[in-house]
């Protein structure tokens, strides 16, 4: 079992950027592949970003790529998610999802694990 909890999102401006957290706890965190979704209303949940075990390869859906950056350390348990030049298009719920087995998967029933998830707001 794997307990995660996302923190770190909130309001903010067309191009503006945020930080999001995922912290951790339970079994060994290295041993997960993380990755980020989100949902925004009436749409169903996409894949955003995703990140190995050791953190040396990375993934990340067409409509973010070159403003979003995932990232983990290990030693503190946690994944993050740093998005930068925001758009109105990414106001959505952020989920932090991990699984067991190697690899980035792009979709959502591949992960065992799941936060509540935070809610990122973009205005225009």
């Known amino acids: 079992q794997v307990q995660l909890v996302e923190s770190g999102g909130g309001l903010v401006q067309a191009g503006g950027s945020l930080r999001l957290s995922c912290a951790a706890s339970g079994r060994t965190f290295s041993s997960f592949v993380m990755a980020w979704f989100r949902q925004a209303p009436g749409k169903e949940r996409e894949f955003v970003a995703g990140i190995t075990r050791g953190g040396y390869i990375t993934n990340y859906a067409d409509s973010v790529k070159g403003r979003f950056t995932v990232s983990r350390d290990n030693a503190v348990n946690t994944v993050y998610l740093q998005m930068n030049s925001l758009r109105s298009d990414d106001t959505a719920v952020y989920y932090c999802?991990?699984?067991?087995?190697?690899?980035?998967?792009?979709?959502?029933?591949?992960?065992?694990?799941w936060g509540q998830g935070t809610q990122v707001t973009v205005s225009s």
């Open positions: 999802a991990a699984k067991a087995d190697l690899g980035i998967a792009l979709r959502s029933y591949a992960y065992n694990y």
